[in-house]
């Protein structure tokens, strides 16, 4: 206790990095407060009986990531999914449209430019899902205003809802702690949390329910599964760089032996959203097509089923591979190695370190592929173990994956911040390490890690 008080008065000394907190939390209490507005000509109550009879539903996963403002009908209902689904088409553009490849060569002024398309492909996205989202998830009972003129006002506020969160997250990133994206989503998942807990304490504590023992087995589970997910994310695999000796002058340079930091989850979480946006594609089809419904495509519309999960798991062990294919480039690896005078100890430089980084990656990929399906479908296996829907959500998935990632890089950045005016770290022995605080290799692009 006496070492956390201690810290805590560090941090607070250092002002810039009180200011940024400050500002952080700040700009995440107005997110939050957008969040329980509601579109103008909605009336709350019916939403309210709407709210009470969701099921088993990949909505669910959905309004856990807008904070529960996709349920309420809220001005940010749509939250950040937009702008991530826009990153990720421009990132892919990047890496198959040789005009985007120019732009990510160009620098600062390339990355502005992959920034404004970004932006615009949002804007179109939002306005897109906006308009679904009146279609689809807004009862009649509860609409208070006449077509088309609630359809056209709610789209407008939905996506102008969106571009703000998406300001604010930039701001939290300029000006605050963190990256502000990610805290945001990161906000979102947190405050379903008391919901969920209290939601599972009533449940146990009820006449059928088992009683406290249940629910604190239930606890030991999250903190092993939060361990794992954390072995998984941090999880990295070494290999050996050595530098040959160069004279400059007078001093002798290079010499050194480091490490590139090939890492056993480089796909993150991406892998798990490709595959649940492909595994909405069912549930679209019955709420468009009803002619189409079936006993397979509703089990596919339920989290909770098998054949979901199986579904679930062998796409996420695909997309991780690929993913990973198109980002982590091996050969360009050799080359930075090859034009830095480094080599790895015993390998050829050249086409044999190529194929031996190939040969590493494909091989560490594998297990991390299984254990990112595992944790994706974790929540799944929770429910059907008897823990309530809404605290099942915590057992895996993106949402634990997310809440793990983004609060090690918190922690890190803050860390640094101490340890750069010389206070103590947050832990007493060892450092906090990021997602992105792996040692770097000479002269190599790291965003290819």
């Not at 006002?153 to 102008?160: D, G, H, M, N, P």
């Amino acid at each position: 206790m006496k070492k956390l008080i201690t810290t805590l008065t560090n941090i607070w000394k250092i002002e810039d990095l009180r200011n940024r907190i400050i500002t952080t939390l700040l700009l995440l209490l107005i997110y939050r407060i957008g969040c329980h507005v509601v579109l103008p000509g909605v009336n709350p109550d019916a939403l309210a009986v709407k709210s009470g009879s969701n099921g088993n539903n990949i909505l669910d996963l959905i309004n856990m990531f807008a904070g529960g403002s996709f349920s309420r009908s809220a001005i940010f209902a749509l939250g950040v999914m937009p702008y991530i689904s826009a990153s990720i088409v421009v990132q892919l553009l990047g890496i198959a449209v040789p005009a985007f490849q120019k732009m990510q060569k160009e620098g600062e002024s390339g990355r502005k430019k992959m920034t404004q398309i970004t932006r615009y492909l949002t804007l179109a996205i939002t306005l897109v899902q906006a308009v679904a989202y009146v279609k689809t998830q807004v009862p009649a009972e509860a609409k208070t205003l006449a077509e088309p003129l609630f359809t056209v006002l709610s789209a407008i506020v939905l996506t102008a809802g969106t571009l703000f969160v998406m300001w604010l997250g930039e701001k939290i990133t300029d000006k605050g702690i963190g990256n502000g994206i990610s805290l945001v989503i990161m906000t979102g998942i947190i405050a379903q949390l008391p919901a969920g807990i209290v939601a599972e304490w009533g449940s146990r504590m009820s006449p059928s329910g088992g009683g406290p023992i249940p629910l604190l087995l239930e606890f030991v589970a999250l903190f092993f599964v939060v361990i794992f997910a954390i072995l998984v994310v941090q999880g990295i695999r070494k290999v050996p760089v050595q530098y040959a000796k160069k004279i400059v002058g007078n001093k002798q340079v290079g010499g050194v032996r480091q490490y590139i930091p090939l890492k056993v989850n480089a796909a993150g979480v991406m892998p798990i959203i490709f595959a649940q946006a492909i595994m909405f594609l069912p549930m679209a089809l019955s709420q468009f097509f009803p002619n189409l419904q079936s006993d397979f495509l509703a089990s596919l519309s339920n989290y909770t089923s098998v054949a979901y999960n199986v579904t679930f798991a062998v796409l996420i062990i695909a997309f991780t591979f690929f993913y990973t294919a198109i980002m982590v480039n091996p050969q360009q690896m050799s080359e930075d190695m090859k034009k830095n005078g480094g080599f790895i100890p015993g390998i050829k430089p050249g086409y044999d370190t190529n194929s031996f980084i190939d040969g590493v990656i494909s091989r560490i990929t594998f297990p991390g592929a299984i254990f990112i399906a595992a944790i994706a479908i974790m929540p799944a296996l929770a429910g059907k173990m008897g823990v309530n829907n809404q605290f099942a959500h915590f057992y895996g998935g993106t949402s634990l994956l997310i809440l793990v990632g983004v609060v090690l890089d918190t922690l890190q950045q803050i860390e640094s911040h101490l340890l750069m005016r010389h206070y103590d770290g947050l832990m007493k022995t060892g450092r906090v390490k990021g997602r992105s605080s792996a040692a770097p290799v000479e002269g190599m692009d790291q965003s290819a890690i």
